[in-house]
């Protein structure tokens, strides 16, 4: 099957003139000023709709078959009539806007972020996009950066297992499937590295912090079978993502095999004559495509010099030919050659769907984070009347966070409106507008919720802060209503961690809603009013202040760490070393003990089983995240003090227990080692089934 389809496309790029197949490699944004004749002369081969509208056809703002149909037929009049890829963000949902991917990692639930992204790829199909830039599986270490919001946090182990379920709901088992959608892991690689949380900015990662953090996700990504790749704006190591012939070529095809293609960020071709390695626009491209970059975005430089610098022999047909075949070959699984028009009568039926609303109610409930619950403040039951302020007491479109072309206001219930309809009957519920009406109001009622934190234009692309506080004017506000000793639930949307120290000890209660999508007023109702309990888990480090980042859980040990006696340890003159929450944490509405830690033999061979027992011993039902981690004692290179090496859920009624049990493998302790190469040292272990990333039940085994 894939022999035929690789000789119907090499036939094809046998009949292609060289301005044909660079038309292939060619991908403008769909600007009102489009030449539709470059699309009737094959000079283009994707469209990216990224920010809606555009056509300059007076069609509607979003992605739309007929959109996509229209520009499909035009390059469809093209002499070999080879269809177009239509890519697009669709980013955290389509239309049914579910919460922000980093969000969706705090759920710590792969199947759900799978579903997420399978309501995605109905929905954006049914518009007309084959393609989407997601997922990002950038490892972000450094919340100032504004793309944190956008990945799934600082753990590769939780990255790869997220990026795996992702592009299976992305893409399906069928590529050609009506409602699957081809998916692109970005931003490859590195990204997240970038100095001083600045977005665009250039990093440093070493090798093997490269191959043991940064990468797996990606590899997840294409042993799921991913069929593109974005390579990232950065500049790593002296080498710009968009022109490394050794991650590009070497990594991807050769040690992962990855055969679809790469495309470029925007303009970030062009970009590497900034960067200072490419004298021109052509020279550029010829680096790009030669470190094997199949797709240039945006910027034209494929499309305006390739013709030329293949002329003067600095580029060969093979270089070409190459990135085409990539190209069609994703095309063709993609089913675009035996149906490129989207049938315009499946909007209606697949797109917002209550079955889609209430996946994004239950995504939403699954990702906030409960950080403090004092005297069991939450679910608020029993208050006879409640005051609720702060600047998203309204929220509508703000629930939805950065990247959400094709989110609308209005399908979003006003979050005071799903604030009231949830709360219990007897239990009156007041809104203030105004820092200075809250605390007027606040004399008169028995419990306060506070909605505070980021506006979503404050994270995402280039949203960078140098100060990790809550936005200005919002700490007094907490200041002054936390003075007036009323119970008092704080609720924090953001799109990133935020450092909320001061505001974590003010407050009775603390929950991270981050930014929930269109269904998360209904979800805050369900979590606050005790319809359902809070299960979500930190997939990045709370820090206590914008000056301890970066501050990831799975650092190395220094020589003078905390655990040794003496002055002269690792530590700030003004600010424990200590996250204020660590990677892994979160409460629900009851407690759980473990207990009984199995660790199956002495010496790992082959695999071993690590198991324990948990025990719900609160009063309520309730889902505990249940965590193993491995510490590697000594090693050629230097060991993290912790890696994650599994989760499970575990859902238990009250006074209920059960056993989880772990398989440990011996490929899940490779590592890069200090020659180099990829694999196992023999050694001690230490192994925690844990509820966090600094506590639980510790055993250990050799290997
Ligand atoms: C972003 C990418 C995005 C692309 C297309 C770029 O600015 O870095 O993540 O996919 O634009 O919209």
Known sequence: MQQATDSSINEL??????????????????????????????????????????????????????????????????????????????????????PIPLAQAAAFNPDLAGEAASVAAREATASGIKWTFAPML????????????????????????????????????????????????????????????????????????LRDVYLPPFHAAVKAGIGTLMSAFIDMNGIPATANRRLLTNVLRGEWGFDGFVVSDWESVRELTHHG??????????????AGLDMDMVDGVYLDTLGESFQQGKISMEELDEAVRRILRIKHRAGLFDQPFTDPSRASRDILTPEARALARQAAVQSMVLLKNEHQLLPLQG?????????????????????????????????????????????????????????????????????????????????????????????????????????LVLVVFAGRPLAITRQLAQADAVLYAWHPGLEGGAALGDLIFGQASPSGRLPITLPRATGQVPIYYNHKNSGRPLTTDGQFRTRYLDLPTAPLLPFGYGLTYTQFEYTNLKVSHATLRGSLEVSADITNTGARAGVEIVQLYVRDLIGSLTRPVRELKGFQRAALQSGESCRVSFTLREEDLAFTRADGTCGVEPGSFHVWIAPDSQRGLQGEFRL
């Not at 197949?21 to 094959?42: E, H, M, T, V, Y």
């Not at 088992?173 to 001083?196: I, Q, R, T």
């Not at 390695?277 to 030669?290: G, P, S, T, Y």
């Open 277 to 290: 390695i490419a004298e021109d626009d052509a020279h550029a491209a010829r680096l790009a495509l030669q």
């Open 383 to 487: 208050f006879h009347r409640i005051l609720m302020a702060g600047n998203f007491i309204h929220a509508r479109a703000e629930l939805f966070g950065t990247w959400t072309a094709d989110g609308r206001v209005e399908d979003v219930t006003p979050l005071d409106e799903s604030l009231r309809q949830a709360a219990p009957q007897g239990t009156e519920v007041w809104f203030a507008d105004t820092p200075d009406l809250a605390l007027n109001l606040a004399h008169h009622v028995d419990a306060v919720v506070l909605l505070l934190g980021e506006h979503p234009s404050r994270s995402g692309e280039n949203c960078n802060v140098s100060d990790l506080s809550l936005p200005p004017g919002q700490a007094e506000f907490v200041d002054r209503m936390a003075a007036l000793g009323k119970p």
């Open 138 to 209: 950038d490892i972000a270490r450094d919340p100032r950066w504004g793309r944190v919001a956008e990945g799934n946090g600082e753990d590769p182990f939780l990255g790869a297992q997220l990026a795996s379920a992702i592009v299976k709901g992305y893409q399906g088992d069928n590529l050609a499937a009506p409602d699957k959608l081809v998916a692109c892991a970005k931003h490859y690689v590195g990204y997240g590295a970038a100095e001083g949380g600045r977005d665009y900015e250039n990093g440093e990662i070493s090798e093997p912090t």
């Open 13 to 98: 790029i046998y009949q292609m003139t060289l301005e044909e197949k660079i038309g292939q490699l060619n991908q403008p944004n769909a600007s009102p000023d489009l030449n539709p004749d470059l699309l009737r002369q094959g000079s283009i081969g994707s469209l990216l709709n990224a920010s809606g509208a555009l056509t300059g056809q007076g069609f509607s703002d979003s992605g739309n078959a007929d959109i996509s149909n229209h520009f499909q037929k035009l390059a469809l009049e093209s002499r070999l009539k080879i269809p177009l890829i239509i890519g697009r963000d669709v980013i955290h949902g389509f239309r049914t806007v579910f």
